[in-house]
């Protein structure tokens, strides 16, 4: 059976930050969303986020959420649609920072991702998050082969 490899996705990171300006999510403290890709993962999923543990809430870990975007699908989207795919994401994450999870309804829907997108685009922070990816390039094959690097 193939093991999953994980890698840093900085490129994905620089979006979350640039999207935490918008008011939607200015409850976000980007600083504790972490991004990783992965390789190899057998999910229907382009992308999925993980919230913290409530065990780790009880002996004192502060909430953080981690956003992981499965290269293999993630990076043949356009830009336009891969951040479309990081504003769900974080649609996931409720106004308390809490470390839950919301799910999908009411919250977490297209109609919210299309709304969102079209505010990120009228304020330029659509078309500098999508100038990030094209100054980060598709990942390569080479660290696809390279391991996990965490």
Sequence with gaps: M?????????????AVKAL???DEFSHIDASRV???????????AIARIYGTPRAWLAVGRQPEYLI???AEKFY?????RRLEVIIHELLHIP?????GLRPHGRHVNDVKVKSIYAKAASMG???????????????SRSKKR???SM
């Design 2 to 14: 193939p093991r999953i490899r994980y890698e840093p996705a900085d490129d994905v990171c620089e």
């Design 20 to 22: 935490t300006k918008l």
């Design 34 to 44: 972490y991004c990783v890709r992965s390789y190899g993962a057998r999910t229907s």
């Design 68 to 70: 992981e975007v499965i």
């Design 76 to 80: 043949r989207l356009s830009p336009t």
């Design 95 to 99: 106004k308390t920072f809490s470390g």
């Design 125 to 139: 922070i659509a078309s500098n998050t999508i100038r990030i990816w094209r100054s980060f390039g598709s990942p």
């Design 146 to 148: 390279a391991g996990p």
